[in-house]
């Protein structure tokens, strides 16, 4: 799949989790559910309420609160509106009968700063979101992204992006939340990013590790993710705070 785009950032790294954004593929909806309809199908996801008007608000530590909003439901995917302060994004979401996956995904560090960046993905397989969590299911997801950047008054450089995803679900537990308490799946993400550039210098590879848990009929609830190599970096925090789903139970 070869997904080309341009976008002109002026803002920076604060609209994904897990140094992951994911970004709007550009399709045009073919079919949008009524609002407040529950969706049968592929998009009917037990973790995730597919739910034209769905919101849930969210608050990580030391960045604020993000409302996410379930913009558009279509058969075959929908799109999740996210508004973080005076920045939006939208992320357009595919679903199959297995689960659900971004349709399109860059991580942030690529998109730094006030650059011109081109971008076409090679590859993108796999999930997000299984549909079954049992405990010790598991899935993966690739994506390979070839990039072009050019800074002002600098010459343009290019770099491919591999990031392997590796998904491991645990056993329910109870958890609280500023939204309530609630039985939620830990789902443990292990992501190995490496870049290759064509001078060779190519930086060791990074590892990041997330878990993220999810509550049936709500989404999910809470997200820790820290960065182990090469270097460790701080811990995120990210707590639901409210949610119509939530008040829905």
């Not at 279509?74 to 994004?89: Q, V």
């Not at 899935?139 to 008054?153: D, F, K, Y």
């Not at 490496?194 to 009929?217: H, M, V």
């Amino acid at each position: 799949m070869r997904v080309p785009k341009r976008i002109r950032f002026g803002v920076a790294l604060v609209l994904a989790l897990a140094g992951i954004v994911a970004l709007a593929t550009g399709c045009t909806p073919t079919e949008s559910a009524a609002p407040g309809a529950a969706p049968t199908g592929a998009c009917a996801h037990p973790y995730f309420p597919v739910r034209k008007g769905a919101t849930w608000v969210y608050q990580t530590r030391d960045a604020g609160r993000t409302v996410d909003t379930v913009s558009d439901v279509r058969p075959d995917g929908f799109t999740l509106a996210r508004k973080l302060g005076d920045a939006r994004s939208n992320e357009r979401w595919t679903c199959t009968a297995a689960g659900l996956r971004r349709a399109d995904q860059l991580p942030q560090d690529l998109l730094a700063g006030s650059y011109d960046t081109r971008w076409n993905t090679e590859r993108l397989e796999g999930l997000d979101l299984a549909r079954a969590l049992a405990p010790r299911a598991h899935w993966r997801l690739e994506l390979v992204v070839r990039t072009s950047t050019r800074a002002p008054g600098a010459a343009e450089w290019q770099r491919r992006m591999t990031s392997d995803h590796f998904f491991l679900a645990g056993a329910t537990e109870r958890v609280t939340v500023p939204a309530g308490t609630f039985d939620a799946v830990p789902v443990r993400e292990t992501i190995t990013r490496s870049l290759e550039r064509p001078t060779g210098d190519n930086p060791a590879p990074t590892t990041i590790e997330t878990t993220t848990w999810w509550a049936r009929g709500v989404g999910w609830i809470k997200r820790r993710s820290q960065r182990i190599r090469p270097v460790p970096g701080p811990e995120v925090l990210t707590e639901l705070v409210s949610s119509s789903e939530a008040r829905r139970q």
